[in-house]
C-alpha cells in the first residue's frame, strides 16, 4: 500500500518535533508534523522556559537585600511585569522559530491546524484534508485540570499566568505539586502576598518526605501562607475581587486564583479510541516499551502517555521511536533514575529513590545534613540547606539523593551522572571535596543519620 509520507506526527513538543526532524534528516523518512497551537509545545509556549525566566525575575529582590549585608549600597524599585512580560514573549517567539525552521530544514511538512486520527493510516486536519501515513505518532502532551465547584470557572491555571495584564497584589495559589509551589515562590519573589492551598498533608508528594518538608518550611519562612490539608469550597466574583471559601475557615478575598490541582492527557475528541488505540482511566495513551499502541502503526511519546511527564524524558522517548522504527534497533527510553529539580526558592533537586522508597525495598542507611550555608549566614539569613544520600547496606550503592538549597537543580545534575553509573557510598567518600562549596557535604558525611 502506497501512504503520502512514512510518518505523521500530531503535535509540535519537544517530544514530536525531536521524533519528526530525527526520523526526517536521519533516517531519511517522508515526515510531516501538525501542531494546532504554537510550536514548541508546553514547555516552550507554556512551562519550562517561560517559568524559569520567571523564576530568574523573581530572585532579583532577594540578591539585592543579601548585596547590601556585602557592604553594596544596592536598592530596587517596582517590578515593570509589562516589559519583561514584551521580553518573554519575544523570546517565546524566538525559540518557536527556531523548532519550525530545524523541522522544515531536516525535510517536515508542517501543517498549522489540528489533525485527529481517523484510523490506523489516517489522519484527518481541520481543514478537512485527509491524509495517510505509514506510522502515526501522537505526542500532544498534556494540560492543566480544574475541578469543577461553584466558582471553577474564576480560577486561571498556569497557562494563563504568562499573559496577566498585571500583577495581582493579593493571590491564592491552589495546589501541592511542583507547578503549584513553584509559581507560589515565583508570584512572592515578584512582590505579590500569596496564600497556598493543599488539600494533603505535605506538598510535593511523591518526593522524599524530609526534602518536602524542608522546602515547606522554608516557603512559609520566606513568607508563602501555606496551608495544608485545606480545598476550596466555593469561589465568587465580589466587588471585583474573588471572595474564596475553604474547608478549614480560612476565607478570604484575592485578586488571583491560580490552579495547579494536576495535568490530564491531550487526548480528547483525536478519535484515537476509535481508530482501536487503548486508553488508560485518565485518558493517557497506553503504550509498551517501545512506546507503541494497541494500534501497531500507532505510537505515542511525551505527556500525552502519562509516563515521566518532563520534557527530556520525551526527547528520549521520540529519539527511541526513531531508533526503533526508523532504524531497525529496538530501544527502549531508560526511565530508571531520571533526575528532576523543582524550581522553588531554594530548589529541590532529586535522582532516584525516596528514603520513603528504599526502605520498603531493602535495608538502607540514610545520611543526611541541614545548615546554613556560607553566602546566605554572612548575610543574616536563617536559611538552611539540606544534603540527603540513600545507601543501601547491602550493595552499597547510592539509591537517591536530594537536594534542597539554591541551585540544586544544577547539582543533581552532576550526582545523577555518578549514582547513574552506580556510584557506591565508598565512592562519595574517596572524592576529595571542593571547599568551600555546599555540594561538599555529599562527600564529607561518613556517619549515617539513621538505618532503615
Known sequence: MSFDYDLFVIGGGSGGVRAARLAASEAGARVALAEEYRMGGTCVIRGCVPKKLMVFAS???????????????????????????????????????????????????????????????????????????????????????????????????????????????????????????????????????????????????????????????????????????????????????????????????????????????????????QAGVRLTRNGAVEVDAYSQTSVPSIYAVGDVTDRINLTPVAIREGAAFVETVFHGRPTVADHELVASAVFTQPELGTVGLTEEQARDREPIEVYSAAFRPMQSLFAGSDDRVMMKLIVSRETRKVLGCHIVAPNAGEMIQLAAIAIKMGATKEDFDRTVAVHPTMAEELVTMKTPTRVA
Open 59 to 273: 530572585a532579583y529582590p532577594g540578591m539585592v537585600d543579601e548585596a547590601r549585608a556585602y557592604g553594596w549600597d544596592a536598592a530596587i524599585g517596582a517590578f515593570g511585569w509589562a516589559g519583561f512580560k514584551d521580553n518573554l514573549h519575544a523570546e517565546l517567539t524566538r525559540l518557536e522559530g527556531i523548532y519550525t525552521r530545524n523541522l522544515v530544514n531536516a525535510g517536515v511538512q508542517v501543517f498549522d491546524t489540528r489533525a485527529v486520527v481517523k484510523d490506523a493510516h489516517t489522519v484527518a486536519l481541520a481543514s478537512g484534508e485527509e491524509i495517510t501515513a505509514k506510522h502515526i505518532l501522537v505526542a500532544t502532551g498534556g494540560q492543566p485540570f480544574v475541578p469543577e465547584f461553584p466558582g471553577s470557572d474564576l480560577a486561571v491555571t498556569s497557562n494563563e499566568m504568562f499573559h496577566l495584564d498585571a500583577l495581582p497584589k493579593k493571590m491564592l495559589v491552589v495546589g501541592g505539586g511542583f507547578i503549584a509551589c513553584e509559581f507560589a515562590c515565583i508570584m512572592h519573589g515578584l512582590g505579590v502576598e500569596v496564600t497556598q492551598f493543599y488539600r494533603g498533608a505535605q506538598i510535593l508528594r511523591g518526593f522524599d518526605d524530609e526534602a518536602r518538608g524542608h522546602v515547606a518550611d522554608l516557603m512559609r519562612g520566606r513568607g508563602v501562607d501555606l496551608h495544608v490539608g485545606t480545598d476550596v469550597i466555593s469561589m465568587e466574583r465580589v466587588d471585583g475581587r474573588i471572595a474564596v471559601k475553604c474547608t478549614t475557615g480560612h476565607d478570604d478575598r484575592f485578586d488571583l486564583v491560580m490552579y495547579a490541582t494536576g495535568r490530564v492527557p491531550n487526548t480528547a475528541g483525536l478519535g484515537l479510541e
